[in-house]
């Protein structure tokens, strides 16, 4: 995802479309630009590397304007460059931004190669400017130009465009990539996130779907799809510029549980159109990668590795092809023998985990035939060592224990398990259920969110125990897994987690009345096994705590087995789903044990040492 700044003002705003890009970086990219209307000219600075290298470039020959765009790139279309780099010019007269993926642009670009256009990039975007320029010079105003030109697009995009014969005036445009719109005192913004202009306004618009948005200094007037002016609700934003605040949370560990519902609405944000996923968005040649892939090889650490392995299930289930989920540290001191077309898939939420990139270069001298990184951090060493690339869109985490970039991470994979699966033939019917299921889980997470008052009664139960135990089958072993780590990282609690059906092969010799028992039992085709294995637990006299879907969980409830009711789900994303009320069970676990939640004993963020 990249980043888009504009402003229209009347006092010179190349600092605030800096200082605009600089707030975005936490989204990454592989260059920068800006295009400023100076007099009778439009100039453009573009860099490669980081928002830096443009404010360098922008120093050594400084010019003021009042209006223009900026932008941060991370590469889909077209390798990380100068001449890739945004804004995309045309005519010395139309500069353009763009985020997001226009799927048509080789059906449109011929006939604008017949009317003369030369293409000096390998960018998608190069294709809107060049439209926009051609109908301007048909005669048609800069908002009508725009327009027209947005209803030849299919795909994804958030767009900011300013020309040089109409000074003081930007144009902006999205379809399924997110733009707001600053509001000032003679002076108007646009951007793709709020964080880029809350030093410049309080006072957003988020604009809709299909919405255009013509800004002059003194205006800022909506158009709909249709052409017609509108009215979207003006937004006050409460948000810090300069920092990540914890507001009304106790712990920065709770506030990003919260988040959720949000870090992975962004995580979908402009990466589905017409109800599926734009193959795109994992980079240059990814689309005939998978097809000719026949084998997924996954490496990972910690909560990244439980996401690696849920990952494993999906993969298998629907594309047919094998995958292996494997700890980085281990991988990397092993010879592994590498199935023919295999994809090697890095997880890691800073892209700087040292197991996982010294697991990169083992693999550099296998033949592999992509690396692809699964990342919070655009500017990691992981991803810069990756040729495919899709970013998880967390957002800052600042708590140890990983929560949001675990469940984001399980976001990006299911993306990737999807477009493989649909590369290898997956059925349409069973796709589209899925990309169905996806959209719907934000408003899921927040359902499940809603159970925290229960969750947090059942964790005074845990105050006095030493030691728990998880079970989970099948897609659900790995959130086990994820549940265990959680308890143990933050409340010190010793917490491990089984396969249900291996109970009886071991720790089934652990449970009595002290040894609480957590199982994830959504109403899957595994349910019927599980209900064995509980009552295995109980039969032993351990207490049981059940996460159950809710048409299930009250036929499951008794005095030793406490039940909660998770809200109704489709299969594909209840591990997604069953991932919460376990993160918040170790949260107020560890909160009634008086542990230091954010920054637990003996870890780190960031684990750059072996």
């Known amino acids: 995802m990249c980043g888009i700044v504009g402003i229209a003002g009347h006092v010179n705003a190349v600092p605030a479309l800096i200082q605009g890009l600089k707030a975005l970086e936490y989204r990454g990219y592989d260059s920068a630009g800006l295009a400023l209307q100076v007099g009778a000219d439009l100039r453009r600075f573009r860099a490669a590397g980081k928002v830096k290298a443009l404010q360098d470039l922008y120093e050594a020959d400084p010019v003021g304007a009042r209006t223009g765009i900026a932008h941060t790139r991370w590469a889909t279309h077209g390798v990380p460059s100068e001449r890739n780099a945004h804004p995309m010019t045309s005519g010395e007269q139309i500069s353009v931004v763009h985020n997001g993926i226009i799927e048509n642009h080789e059906h449109l670009r011929p006939a604008l190669v017949v009317a003369g256009y030369d293409f000096t990039s390998e960018t998608d975007t190069e294709v809107i400017a060049h439209l926009i320029h051609q109908k301007r010079a048909q005669g048609l105003s800069l908002l009508a130009a725009v327009q027209q030109t947005v209803a030849q697009l299919d795909g994804a995009y958030a767009i900011a465009v300013v020309d040089r014969d109409t000074p003081d005036e930007v144009v902006g445009a999205r379809r399924g990539s997110p733009m707001v719109v600053g509001l000032g005192d003679g002076v108007q913004y646009l951007a793709s996130d709020v964080y880029a202009l809350l030093n410049e306004t309080r006072q957003f618009i988020y604009l809709h779907d299909g919405d255009l948005v013509h800004l002059t200094p003194h205006a800022a007037v909506i158009y709909d799809s249709s052409g017609s002016v509108v009215t979207r609700e003006v937004k006050s934003a409460h948000l810090r510029p300069d920092a990540v605040e914890r507001g009304q949370y106790r712990h920065y560990m709770l506030k990003e549980i919260h988040e959720q519902p949000q870090a992975v609405a962004d995580t979908l944000e402009g990466r589905i159109a017409n109800g599926r996923i734009l193959t795109e968005i994992f980079g240059p040649g990814a689309r005939e990668q998978f097809k000719a892939l026949q084998a ?7 909560s990244s590795n439980h996401a690696a392995q849920v990952a494993r299930y999906w993969i298998e289930s629907m594309a047919g092809i094998p995958c292996f989920a494997e700890i980085a540290s281990e991988y990397r001191y092993r010879q592994p023998a590498v199935i023919e077309r295999s994809l090697l898939v890095t997880v890691s939420q800073s892209g700087e985990t040292s197991d996982t ?6 693999a550099a001298q296998r033949p592999y035939l992509a690396r692809l990184a699964i990342c919070n951090v655009p500017e990691s060493s992981l991803v810069r060592a990756s040729e495919l690339v899709l970013m998880t869109r967390a957002g800052p985490e600042i708590g140890v224990a990983s929560t949001k970039a675990f469940l984001t991470q399980l976001v990006a994979l299911a993306l990737l398990a999807l477009e493989i699966a649909r590369a290898k033939g997956m059925d349409d019917a069973r796709y589209r259920q899925c990309i169905k299921e996806l959209q719907h889980l934000p408003a899921a997470l927040q359902a499940a969110l809603a159970l925290d008052a229960q969750i947090q009664a059942i964790a005074q139960r845990f105050g006095d125990k030493h030691h728990a135990l998880f079970l989970g089958r099948g897609v659900q072993y790995p959130i086990a897994l994820e549940g265990a780590l959680k308890l143990k990282e933050i409340s010190y609690i010793h917490a491990e987690a089984y396969p249900a059906g291996e109970l009886k092969h071991g720790p089934l010799a652990l449970v009595d009345e002290h040894m609480p028992v957590i199982a994830v039992a959504p109403n899957d085709e595994l349910l019927e096994k599980l209900k064995s294995n509980i009552q295995e637990v109980r039969a032993r006299g351990g207490e049981m705590f059940v996460l159950a879907d809710e048409d299930v969980a009250e036929s499951m409830a008794n005095d030793r087995q406490h039940v909660i ?21 170790a949260y107020h676990v560890a909160v009634l044990k008086g542990t230091d939640v954010d920054q637990p004993r003996n870890l780190a963020k960031s684990v750059t040492v072996e």
């Open 296 to 302: 997924v090889q996954i490496v990972a650490c910690g």
């Open 357 to 362: 990139l010294a697991a990169l270069q083992h």
């Open 565 to 585: 009711a998770m809200p109704r789900a489709g299969s594909f994303i209840a591990p997604m789903l069953y991932t919460v009320p376990m993160q918040l069970l």
